[in-house]
């Protein structure tokens, strides 16, 4: 079966860097892309962007450009997002789920992975 | 960028009833690329509608979903206990993907 394993909870101070994987596994990786997805506290769902692992493509929301790196390792099954200059605001539950581009829906999600940003 | 408005906010029913939610988007979603899903707390989100109106391998059929351009609907025909929970659309025609804001079903 399909199933997407995120890496654990994370503590950050601001200005620093946070780096969460997700495991593919019951499918072919390089067959479906990746997204991200994030969520404060107490709020709503928040798109922060798709890779292909086919290809290494990536497409970012705008407000994280230049912050935000997705990547993927095919020789694992794991995709990668890297969010860089951390701030209170980033603080979330953060998702990787299958699918997630346009075009293309989001079927399987990961567990999600806590960061807190706190000094 | 689609903004999506979920209405109403919170939908107070009792099991057995009817559940109609609504999302409307600020512009024409294209080729009904309108997406729904269920969440419960602690958990990740689950798809149920794709599409706008094809459920996902799994979903019940008390779950339905409607609509074309800018207003959609999902209706849960007959309420269960497992479906008390917040639902969000989310469309998936044009960069950025967005999400609407949810409604929460609770229990009256």
């Not at chain 1, 997700?22 to 997204?35: D, E, M, N, R, V």
């Not at chain 1, 997002?81 to 299958?98: G, N, Q």
């Amino acid at each position: 079966q399909v199933q997407l394993a995120q890496s654990g909870a994370e503590v950050k101070k601001p200005g620093a860097s946070v780096k969460v994987s997700c495991k593919a596994s019951g499918y072919t990786f390089t067959s479906y892309g990746i997204s991200w997805v994030r969520q404060a506290p107490g709020q709503g769902l928040e798109w922060m962007g798709w890779i292909s692992p086919y290809n290494g493509n990536t497409n970012y929301a705008q407000k994280l450009q230049g912050r935000v790196t997705m990547t993927t390792d095919t020789s694992t099954s794991t995709a990668y997002m890297e969010l860089r200059s951390l701030r209170s605001d980033d603080t979330a539950v953060y998702y990787c789920a299958r699918g997630g581009a346009v075009a293309g829906t989001s079927d399987y999600w990961g567990q999600g992975t806590l960061v807190t940003v706190s000094s | 960028e689609i903004v999506l408005t979920q209405s109403p906010g919170t939908l107070s029913l009792s099991p057995g009833e009817r559940a109609t939610l609504s999302c409307r988007a600020s512009q024409s979603v294209s080729s009904s690329y309108l997406a729904w899903y269920q969440q419960k707390p602690g958990q990740a989100p689950r798809l149920l509608i794709y599409g706008a109106s094809s459920r996902a391998t799994g979903i019940p059929d008390r779950f339905s979903g409607s609509g074309s351009g800018t207003d959609f609907t999902l209706t849960i025909s007959r309420l269960e206990p497992e479906d008390f929970a917040v639902y969000y659309c989310q469309q998936y025609g044009s960069s950025p993907l967005t999400f609407g804001g949810g409604t929460k079903v609770e229990i009256q």
